[in-house]
């Protein structure tokens, strides 16, 4: 993508308060120009991608009508398309495999930024289906907190954030890396310079 170019994002979720406020969320994105196009409805979904042809589907994988994301990837109409599932609750990993990210209700923008300029292509990076995923920054200041030995609670007061977004980040954490332990989270900081090992020695 050239920096001048507009994202055309379509936003298929039916709760008004979630799909405008990711829109205005989207618009107000720094250092991109995106053209969210909010939908409503199963059909209003398919003349979406008929005639406005977006880059980015951002869609609850529970919207009405039964969104089948493997028939959609299957149409050679959405070819290139890429795919964001909107998560207002838990998800179901059998399914989010096959979307290229996913975005919370407690991402942040930067975080949202970060997923989108790497999903779009930067510098050659696989998109999220393949290797390894590539943490936010906030997620990375998550995992250094974790390695510390610092409690939920504790990495939300001093990041300034609510304990429940810290437990959903430290839930993507987890998906995106299938580290499942604090010890293999440790490991994964010290081997990509996240801390250094006298930085959590009090900790081991």
């Known amino acids: ?11 298929a979720e039916t709760s008004v308060i979630v799909r405008t406020g990711l ?4 618009k107000r994105m720094q250092g991109m120009k995106i053209l969210p196009i909010e939908v409503v409805s199963p059909e209003s979904l398919a003349d979406c991608m008929r005639l406005h042809k977006p880059d980015v589907l951002i869609i609850n994988p529970a919207f009405p009508g039964y969104f089948d994301i493997r028939k959609f990837r299957e149409d050679p109409q959405h070819a290139g398309v890429k795919c964001i599932a909107l998560l207002c609750s838990m998800g179901d990993n059998s399914i989010l495999k096959y979307y290229d990210d996913t975005f919370s209700l407690y991402d942040d923008p930067e975080d949202m930024k970060e997923k989108l300029n790497r999903m779009l292509n930067l510098s050659g990076q696989e998109d999220g289906r393949g290797g ?9 200041e998550i995992v250094t907190c974790v390695v510390k030995g610092m409690t939920n609670k504790e990495i939300a007061d001093a990041l300034f954030l609510s304990t429940h977004t810290v ?4 839930r993507n954490i987890a998906r995106k890396l299938q580290i499942h332990s604090p010890a293999g989270l440790t490991i994964y900081a010290i081997v990509n310079k996240l801390v250094e090992i006298q930085d959590i020695k009090d900790y081991l």
């Open 1 to 11: 993508m050239q920096e001048d170019d507009v994202l055309k994002m379509a936003i």
């Open 23 to 26: 829109a205005l969320v989207l």
């Open 132 to 140: 390894q995923e590539v943490l936010s920054s906030r997620e990375k």
């Open 167 to 170: 437990i959903t980040h430290r």
